[in-house]
């Protein structure tokens, strides 16, 4: 239970200055000599299991090394990267919406039926490269611009994006959010490997928000997320206006959090005079996940009060051991939502943040059970790179399960939160959750 009671949401106790400074050395130094190349995320552990035959219901014009995705970015185009990005780090408060498509491996001899063997390998015998090999942008839209008669490039980009769900087995669409210290490729790398392991049959659309792709540059991006949540927001009423998607699901990353937490809040007070109940039949915002979310934690409970009720289900992960986030904190002198400090709160907040975890629309859940007990998990990219996380992520948004559907128990901290926590049989907890889907 030792992993599972560090979510208590008790105080986080600061290490003395200088451990901080050597922290923020140490992750300036890996950002320096780390590669920008995106590789395809370990394999789901519900990918793993003797009940599951992998990508079996992937479209047959899917079944190739190319994933296409979706995208909407507020950077401004400019000279073509290394990277095969036509966007830089320049922005304005123009929303761009088009198609890019990745590329998985580098070897030109890769079949299809390699790609699956290899996607699902415990231990990949290779690493699987992501690179851009094309992107058409197709709309661009401006804040304030009519909705209602929209101009013939968007009325087109929107017919050709329900041309695309009517052909998929998943109606819902995901808005992937990335964190800080990406590259427009970074983004769509990391939503198109989503997307090949939901076996290809979820729309996925990247929000490229102008992050600059450095570490040092980390309080620049910081503006720019808050900045962007406008962008986001009109994004989502531009989908909820005129696509035919069923869900519109968010997953906000890391200081993506900050981006879906501040549209969230932008969309109610956008819709002020408008019941929360008629904004959730309109808006048709269903799952709403922040992964290891870099956002302050009173700002996040004060918004989360705001349009909790306009939105199916929120979800937010949390581990007291997070690396990035302890670095975060310091920096901002306060703790983050994903490593969150209750002592924080006023009374009001707390009270609001324990009953909320005791409904069936906001879930907390412990990151650190996802591993044994007696490993560290420092990570702050879980959520892909832990294949239990991302098998959870996966279930949550393409069946709307709630937590114990999914395998998961729960506990009641000393402070009275309600966390959810990966038990030790979670294995057979979750492969027996899967024999009771149909897809």
């Given at each position: 239970m030792g992993s599972i009671m560090a979510t208590r949401l008790v105080t986080?106790?600061?290490?003395?200055?200088?451990?901080?400074?050597?922290?923020?050395?140490?992750?300036?130094?890996?950002?320096?000599?780390?590669?920008?190349?995106?590789?395809?995320?370990?394999a789901p552990e519900g990918f793993l299991l003797e009940n599951v035959e992998a990508f079996k219901g992937t479209p047959e014009a899917q079944r190739n090394l190319i994933v296409p995705?979706?995208?909407?970015?507020?950077?401004?185009?400019?000279?073509?990267?290394?990277?095969?990005?036509?966007?830089?780090?320049?922005?304005?408060?123009?929303?761009?919406?088009?198609?890019?498509?990745?590329?998985?491996?580098?070897?030109?001899?890769?079949?299809?039926?390699?790609?699956?063997?290899?996607?699902?390998?415990?231990?990949?015998?290779?690493?699987?490269?992501?690179?851009?090999?094309?992107?058409?942008?197709?709309?661009?839209l401006g804040h304030g611009q009519d909705l209602e008669a929209p101009p013939e490039d968007i009325r087109m980009a929107m017919d050709q994006l329900n041309q695309v769900l009517a052909n998929s087995r998943d109606p819902d669409l995901l808005i992937f959010v990335h964190g800080a210290r990406n590259t427009f490729y970074r983004a769509v790398g990391q939503a198109s490997q989503y997307r090949h392991f939901t076996g290809r049959n979820t729309v996925v659309l990247a929000f490229a928000w102008p992050s600059t792709g450095s570490l040092l540059y980390y309080g620049t991006d910081v503006r720019r997320a808050r900045k962007s949540a406008r962008q986001l927001a009109d994004l989502v009423e531009l989908l909820a206006r005129h696509?035919?998607?069923?869900?519109?699901?968010?997953?906000?990353?890391?200081?993506?959090?900050?981006?879906?937490?501040?549209?969230?809040?932008?969309?109610?007070?956008?819709?002020?005079?408008?019941t929360s109940a008629a904004l959730a039949k309109g808006l048709r915002i269903g799952e709403v996940y922040y992964a290891a979310a870099d956002i302050d934690t009173s700002e996040f409970?004060?918004?989360?009060?705001?349009?909790?009720?306009?939105?199916?289900?929120?979800?937010?992960?949390?581990?007291?051991?997070?690396?990035?986030?302890?670095?975060?904190?310091?920096?901002?002198?306060?703790?983050?939502?994903?490593?969150?400090?209750?002592?924080?709160?006023?009374?009001?907040e707390t009270k609001f943040l324990i009953e909320a975890s005791a409904t069936d629309n906001f879930d907390v859940i412990d990151a650190v059970s996802a591993v044994s007990l007696f490993d560290a998990l420092e990570a702050h990219d879980y959520w892909?790179?832990?294949?239990?996380?991302?098998?959870?992520?996966?279930?949550?948004?393409?069946?709307?399960?709630?937590?114990?559907?999914?395998?998961?128990?729960?506990?009641?901290?000393?402070?009275?939160?309600?966390?959810?926590?990966?038990?030790?049989?979670?294995?057979?907890?979750v492969s027996a959750a899967i024999d009771e889907l149909e897809y």
């Open positions: 986080n106790r600061r290490p003395p200055l200088h451990s901080w400074t050597l922290l923020a050395v140490a992750l300036v130094l890996v950002s320096a000599c780390s590669t920008i190349t995106v590789n395809l995320m370990p995705v979706l995208y909407a970015t507020n950077r401004v185009p400019g000279k073509k990267s290394k990277d095969g990005s036509p966007y830089g780090n320049n922005y304005d408060d123009t929303l761009r919406m088009g198609l890019a498509k990745m590329r998985i491996g580098d070897d030109p001899s890769l079949q299809w039926e390699d790609l699956k063997r290899l996607s699902v390998q415990e231990q990949r015998e290779q690493d699987l490269p992501l690179r851009l090999i094309d992107v058409n942008e197709t709309m661009s696509s035919t998607a069923r869900k519109i699901n968010i997953l906000g990353y890391s200081l993506g959090g900050v981006v879906v937490s501040n549209a969230l809040a932008l969309l109610r007070e956008d819709h002020a005079d408008e409970t004060q918004q989360l009060k705001a349009y909790h009720e306009m939105v199916d289900r929120v979800t937010m992960t949390v581990n007291l051991n997070d690396s990035v986030l302890k670095m975060s904190q310091f920096r901002n002198r306060s703790s983050r939502i994903g490593r969150p400090d209750a002592d924080e709160l006023d009374s009001e892909y790179n832990n294949p239990r996380v991302s098998t959870d992520v996966l279930m949550k948004m393409l069946f709307h399960l709630g937590p114990a559907d999914r395998g998961l128990k729960s506990i009641v901290t000393e402070r009275g939160f309600t966390v959810w926590y990966f038990p030790d049989d979670y294995h057979q907890r």
